[in-house]
T-cell receptor, first 114, second 110 residues
Framework: DTEVTQTPKHLVMGMTNKKSLKCEQHMGHRAMYWYKQKAKKPPELMFV???????INESVPSRFSPECPNSSLLNLHLHALQPEDSALYLCASSQKVSSSYEQYFGPGTRLTVT | TQLLEQSPQFLSIQEGENLTVYCNSS?????LQWYRQEPGEGPVLLVTVVTGGEVKKLKRLTFQFGDARKDSSLHITAAQPGDTGLYLC??????????FGQGTRLTINP
């Protein structure tokens, strides 16, 4: 099983709202990732968690706040977003923490900020 | 910063034709992955290559990693409409980071 699940599938939020994106994997992977993908562009890395600790933050604005409650779950808390933050948000996981080898992606959350 | 140049960016061909997509860099990568992405969905991992000169086949898809591990190609034989999608190559950049190519948007016309 190489499944990564994400909820919700679609999310529409106002600029003053607080919402959360959720990601789950049961492959025993110890590295988990958040990516942002704009239309017609490749995914852009936002955060990396290794063994439930934040290891990479790609200078993401503080209105995005990641959280890794346990080895299977990854959340992305959203607050005071801007319309330009509208995008497909992808979660991924990989077995090896020490390399980027074989990342498995979830289906994504389509976020629209109004 | 390592860069991956993917070509062509767009390709539209008829069913039954063959095609090749290229992924090139001036940098060496420890591994290279190919993904296919449907609109509104996440990328799906097709293959990982790690050894220079490695060739892997997945049904009608053939993937090759360059001898120097700086480039890769994806060849599709007898393309079918189900092959339509965005193809992304991604190279391993140190620990935990993937460098993505800009993608090839492939359309197979019946």
């Amino acid at each position: 099983d190489t499944e990564v699940t994400q909820t919700p599938k679609h999310l529409v939020m106002g600029m003053t709202n607080k919402k959360s994106l959720k990601c789950e994997q049961h492959m025993g992977h110890r590295a988990m990732y958040w990516y942002k993908q704009k239309a017609k562009k490749p995914p852009e890395l936002m955060f990396v968690y290794s063994y439930e600790k934040l290891s990479i933050n790609e200078s993401v604005p503080s209105r995005f706040s990641p959280e890794c409650p346990n080895s299977s779950l990854l959340n992305l808390h959203l607050h005071a977003l801007q319309p330009e933050d509208s995008a497909l948000y992808l979660c991924a996981s990989s077995q090896k923490v020490s390399s980027s080898y074989e990342q498995y992606f979830g289906p994504g959350t389509r976020l629209t900020v109004t | 910063t390592q860069l991956l140049e993917q070509s062509p960016q767009f390709l539209s061909i008829q069913e039954g034709e063959n095609l090749t997509v290229y992924c090139n860099s001036s940098s060496v990568f420890s591994s290279l992955q190919w993904y296919r992405q449907e609109p509104g969905e996440g990328p799906v991992l097709l293959v990982t290559v790690v050894t220079g000169g490695e060739v892997k086949k997945l049904k009608r898809l053939t993937f090759q990693f360059g001898d120097a591990r700086k480039d890769s190609s994806l060849h599709i034989t007898a393309a079918q409409p189900g092959d339509t999608g965005l193809y992304l190559c991604a190279g391993g950049q140190g620990a935990q980071k993937l460098v993505f190519g800009q993608g090839t948007r492939l359309t197979i016309n019946p």
